[in-house]
């Protein structure tokens, strides 16, 4: 068995010190991002792999019949583990400077830092797996397919689906709730990237705090004015097509960078749960 807190120092110390959560030289969009931090210490949450939350992901109004269980990935599985990695500051104050298309810095952080997130989630596969423990990681697993049940149109909502959602699975591991821009609000904010694995290893599962799937969102509007191609709206949410039609005008422009973001920098929830709910939690 392995200790719940070695296992999450192990996380924290690939986040502090591992090459690639910084930009080297080759790789920098402009010579002063060279050595940019891309995340900072993470959020881990550990939920059990038989917990029946995952089931109510196979409804339609989650995720849909496709969703993978955990022990259809790893069928001796006991545990599910989610990362949420938080964008850096730096990273998120440079996409609020600019207007329209995202920061340079941004650009990084989805791509560099999605790097990142897999080279850290196939370390801790390597490390689990070491210790005698299988271990699946969905994202990077053959059978990850994000091909919908529902529409071969992308120009229809129901085609952005995939058979594992990260956000799902860090929601239903207690790292936070749903956002008016579908991201997921933590304590440590919106704006980051979101990773899993489903081991055999037994870590014990995090507390259930039953929450809202909206809990820490205001509703207040303000990712509705940030997106350039007014893909969200109050009372639809955001709607996937514009959305991904602008990160295909972004990629064509930064090829093979691309990004947006604009949602989840200058919000209430950038940075954490919104202060207003957060300090209503604290009195209640």
């Given at each position: ?18 090459a690639k959560n910084y930009v080297d030289k080759k790789t920098a ?192 509007g303000r990712c509705v004015s940030n997106c350039p191609v007014e ?54």
């Open positions: 068995m392995i200790d719940k807190g070695v296992f999450i120092d192990l996380v924290n110390d690939y986040v502090n010190r591992g969009l402009a010579p002063e991002l060279e050595g940019l931090r891309i995340f900072d210490e993470p959020l881990i949450g550990f939920a059990a792999a038989d917990d029946e939350d995952f089931i109510k992901l196979k409804s339609e109004k989650a995720v849909g019949s496709h969703f993978l269980l955990p022990r259809d990935w790893n069928n001796s599985a006991k545990t599910v583990i989610s990362i949420f990695c938080p964008f850096t500051r730096r990273i998120k104050d440079s996409n609020k400077a600019v207007s329209g298309l995202p920061s340079f810095e941004w650009l990084h952080g989805r791509i560099e830092g999605q790097a990142f997130l897999a080279d850290l989630l196939r370390r801790l596969q390597a490390f689990l797996e070491g210790e005698g423990y299988k271990t699946a990681v969905p994202c990077l697993d053959p059978r990850f397919s994000q091909k919908s049940p529902y529409s071969d149109n992308s120009r229809e909502q129901g085609f952005y689906t995939s058979n594992w959602s990260e956000r799902h699975v860090a929601f239903t591991a207690g790292l936070g709730t749903f956002g008016l821009s579908r991201g997921l609000i933590t304590p440590r904010g919106i704006a980051g990237r979101i990773g899993s694995l489903i081991t055999e290893a037994f870590f014990e599962a995090d507390p259930k705090i039953p929450k809202k799937l909206y809990e820490n969102c205001l509703f207040c893909a969200i709206s109050l009372k639809d949410g955001k709607k996937h097509p514009p959305c991904s039609d602008f990160l295909d005008a972004v990629k064509e422009k930064f090829n093979p960078w691309y990004g947006c973001g604009k949602c989840q920098v200058n919000v209430p929830c950038e940075n954490g749960i919104p202060p207003a709910l957060a300090a209503g939690k604290a009195q209640s």
